[in-house]
């Protein structure tokens, strides 16, 4: 690994990033795992740690959103082809109240990708039927699937996406730092995201976004990233908002690698790890991405996804 701990140590010295923490294991035990440069740098300089937290955006959507509709699936509350105005009743009305659960799941809705949602509304139902509204002119990747997909979860379940996840996911995993809203006195051992929301600042000024919004400009710490989780949501949406360690990512994995336990059974794996449709030359599984060109050219047994903030899990 002397090889891998340069390549980061030199892209670290030339300013690509301030710093990250690497895991490789396979299906019996961690291979090396290592801790490089700094989880903040702005206003002052922090080393990083091995248990270091970070804000891991749209791995929000495999890990926590997927996963737990396939549980409810698994258990029959809902099916694949549900409609998702079946569940939201406020779509019912809207052009996109027929899409169904897989489709959300695959991202091939034919809802947009984005839209900054909370200059709209901060109201869960109006949002919803905004999103029911709207229309992209091709399949592509959208995080306001994932949206409608935790909303859906909330309402089946008449717990939020944190508690359910928690509950059914992350605890009986053993994943103990994983979570939605860390608390304060995790904040020291989490990684900063980004001063302000100057990139999405930008995007959303597209969209007819002021000057006068009361954007974020301190250091984004243990609060989601993502503006439409963090001003709509509380930082509780399908999307993102779940914060993990390197560590805990790797418990899932394994369990992936070993195809299930009591937690996550063999039929949901499955499913994690299948090609259901392939889109725009991107193959995608029940919420991950299988194969493809993701860092090298990858075999159709890799399923993996990528976060906003830097994250990624192969």
């Not at 929301?197 to 976004?209: A, D, P």
């Not at 995608?284 to 075999?299: N, W």
Request: net charge negative; proline share 3%; hydrophobic share 35%.
């Amino acid at each position: 690994m002397r090889e891998v701990d340069r390549f980061i140590e030199e892209k670290i010295e030339e300013g690509y990033f301030p710093g990250c923490v690497l895991l490789v294991g396979n299906r019996e035990e961690v291979l090396h795992h290592k801790a490089y440069g700094y989880s903040e740098i702005i206003p002052a300089r922090r080393k990083m740690k091995e248990d270091s937290i970070f804000d891991i955006a749209s791995i929000t959507k495999p890990l926590a959103t997927t996963t737990a509709t396939l549980l409810l699936i698994d258990e029959g509350t809902i099916g694949l082809q549900d409609t998702i105005g079946s569940i939201l009743d406020e779509l019912q009305r809207t052009q996109n109240g027929n899409a169904t659960i897989i489709e959300l799941l695959t991202h091939t809705s034919m809802i947009p990708s984005w839209y900054p949602l909370y200059l709209i509304s901060r109201d869960e139902r109006d949002i919803c039927e905004f999103i029911g509204n709207l229309k992209a002119n091709k399949k592509a990747y959208s995080c306001l699937d994932y949206i409608l997909l935790g909303k859906a979860i909330e309402r089946l379940t008449g717990e939020t996406l944190k508690q359910f996840t928690e509950k059914h996911i992350f605890k009986p995993m053993g994943m103990g730092a994983t979570c939605y809203c860390p608390s304060g006195e995790q904040k020291n051992n989490i990684a900063a995201t980004e001063t302000g929301n100057k990139h999405e600042k930008e995007l959303s000024m597209k969209y007819g976004g002021k000057e006068s919004f009361p954007w974020r400009d301190n250091t984004i710490i243990g609060e989601v990233h993502d503006g439409n989780s963090f001003y709509c949501f509380d930082g509780v949406s399908g999307n993102a908002g779940v914060f993990s360690t390197a560590s805990d990512l790797s418990i899932f994995a394994q369990c992936i690698l070993n195809g299930g336990n009591d937690v996550l059974k063999p039929e949901i794996v499955q499913n994690l790890l299948n090609e259901g449709t392939k889109e725009n030359n991107e193959a995608r599984s029940v919420g991950f991405l299988v194969g493809g060109e993701g860092c090298v050219k990858l075999s159709n047994k890799t399923i993996w996804h990528t976060g906003f903030t830097g994250c990624a899990l192969w």
